[in-house]
């Protein structure tokens, strides 16, 4: 999977996760950053790269998907060279870090395997029977087992909103103090603004979605800033469920409309069909999570693919696109999708461009740290090294076909929102 030569990369403006920096040239070798400077890095015998003005950004990660066959060659050809996994089962996720492991043309992914949830909770209907909880005592059993599993982080549900069955207060916080003692992230799924404030009293780490059954207050934000958790909204996923069209505007975007493959296009474009009574407008969404923004919250990019109008990797665009909408700035966004969910998920050897770091990369043509759409313009990426070959990704008959049954199921899931007794979050796979 390495390459054996060096490579440097000249004449390139580098956003290093965090800052433009003033360097002008990257090397790297063996799949590792090995120098950056202002003026040439290159040694006798290097691949030379002329980036002619482009800008170079750490791979990008998304902090929230869920594995579907394809997932992960369809997300590297579009510069996420890392996901996180929110939710599959242990099979799928040993053959997917397993396929990580040993071939450089798919992202690397981390995974939470099987959330924690009470029996018939939400994800039940998305998925074949898996182990749930009904108290406390059980906590440290469930997260051993989830240990034991090769999960790397913990996924909790949180259920209140009335929707669905739920696991109640104290569960969740002894299944978040049961995670910490060993060393785990603990991401907390909410549907509601009541839900978010249940999981910020449980002591998470990360909130999954921003709630729009109502409005987040500034004292609640508050909050979330102080105790240092972190949100990511999953605007992309949310956007369609509530009947916009983002889909449909990725897919009209001929800068990634040339290298999506004629089945994920089509997943595109069958998210969103107009407003749904009972739904709530997209704009909430946007107001909330503006709310965030202003008291000072990290925030992480994740689209929640592949829900309705979502795809791999192309949707992660998307939804720097909606972030620098609510009111942060390209060069927020872009750290969104790099250096911060490697913080966050201690993740201590990518989502940086330095020395010693993971020759992850994504050069773009554009200057994204003023237009946050330019990510789109890519003109090449390394996945540890190794320059990824960028045509887009057709899925074998088999691979269709267990997509499209997964796809069945989410829009099963969002179908029966309204059905539901009172408020709405988001409803899609985790």
Known sequence: MKPSQATTIVNARVFDGARLRDWTSVRFADGIVTDCATGSTAQDGDELIDAEGGAILPGLIDSHVHLVPGALSQALIFGVTTVLDMFSKPDVVAAAKQQAGTRSDVADVRSVGIGATAPGGHPSVMYAPFPTLTGP??????????????SDYLKIFSGTAGRWPSLDLETITGLTAAAHSRGLVVVAHISSVAGVREVVSAGVDVVAHVPVDGEL???????????GIVVGPTLATIENVLGERGGAAVAGDPRLAEILGDAWARRLTSGAAGPRQGMPAYSRAQENVSRLVDAGVTLLAGTDA??????FGASLHRELELLVRCGITPTQALTAATAAPARVFNLADRGRIAPGQRADFVLVHGDPLTDITATRAIEQIWRAGVLCDRRASVASAAE???VDAFYAQVAKAVAAVPERRSGFGPTETG
């Not at 005592?137 to 090769?150: C, H, I, S, T």
């Not at 592949?306 to 795809?311: S, Y």
């Open 217 to 227: 207050d500034k004292a609640l934000a508050q909050r979330i800033a102080a105790a």
């Open 306 to 311: 592949p829900n309705p109008g979502t795809v």
């Open 137 to 150: 005592e059980q906590a440290e059993q469930f997260v051993a087992d989830r240990v034991a599993e090769g």
């Open 400 to 402: 269709t076909e267990e």
